[in-house]
């Protein structure tokens, strides 16, 4: 049609024909050849014209669809851009496909996986929680139990929908004991009954629900760096923080590596050989910070740049799980010496003629509310169906003794 009207505004009037010519001649009308009408500048106009509208129209129409890839504010390390991915909307997704991931080797773990889960429970996170576990604690379909472990794990299914898994632990002699027990987090590349799990280290303290990193595009392995260590040596993987998609050749893969591992080699080291060249990497900020950072001399390696100015109310805020790792001191259930916590605290700085003592008071504060969270007593209650008559039991449980 826009071709007929330009046709039509740019061709030749008729020429008046003579008495003479009239027999012989018929009506001539001259129009502008195709090459010519292309190269005028009104087609040219027009045409732009009617492309801008079509292109508002899909973009406008897809808008939703249209999930920008966009450039972090911050440069990751080592210079490498970091993105973020575009997700499926939350509103479509089969949340039973999806589950976070916990794992206890003991008593002392089993407690902070507790309180992972209640914590995932007071944020009203959407995806399934399943809890790793030895199998001598507990038959899952258990109605009761007298230890200690046994009331957390009832304490976890009833009331924080948590799906009991028991399993063998995967036990590892190394150089370092603290991390014997850690292959058994990879048991996770074994749960296919999801499509995607997500594994975090119980050792932490959840402020903020990741929902949305179980819709990241497909891939087996979205991992985090470990920004701790020096830009200077090569980029390593964390394990402290997964989303994995559960195979069985994955698995496979995870165990024949286990196996040839070293005395030094414990889950991170695994990660890092497998996928340190595949994984889909997740910027570290705004979801993982380390206790340690607060009180380092490098808080450029977890801000990703020099331009940025270090604020620790703002990075706390920022963070969605704070990882408890100060070496020397032990985790926060462990005792630890004075002289050994007053090495590791955060030091005051002056900034001007005031003294910022921010840093110490929030990594003081990261402490204190955990160990509050494992001593705090809990009475919670328990339907037991039995025979058609509901009764209820009741337990006082404690993470720690008195």
Known sequence: MALQFLRRSWSYAKVPASDETSSSLSLAKDRLTFGELVASRRFR??????FGILLFIVVFSNSDRFSTIRTSSSPAQNGTQIVNYPMTDQKDADWSRFAYIQYATDALYLCNSVMFFERLEQLQSKPDR?????????????????SDEAKLLILARDIYKVKLVPITVQHRQGHDPTWAESFTKLLSFNQTQYQRTLSIDSDSTLQQHMDELFLLPSTPLVATRAYWLSPEEKPKLSSQLMVIEPSEAEFARITAKINDAGPNDYDMEIIDSLYKDSAMILPHR??????????????DWWLGNNEEIWDPVTAYNEAKLIHFSDWPRPKPWLPAPANTIEQTRPKCVMKGDVEDCSAREIWEGIYADFKARRKVSRQYEMDVSELAMLTTAKADLRCEPQ
């Open 45 to 50: 106009w027009l045409t732009g014209a009617v």
């Open 286 to 299: 705004p979801y993982v910070i380390l206790t340690g950072t607060f009180g380092s001399d490098h808080t």
């Open 130 to 146: 399943v809890l790793l576990y030895p199998s001598k604690m507990l038959d899952p379909h258990a109605t009761g139990g007298e």
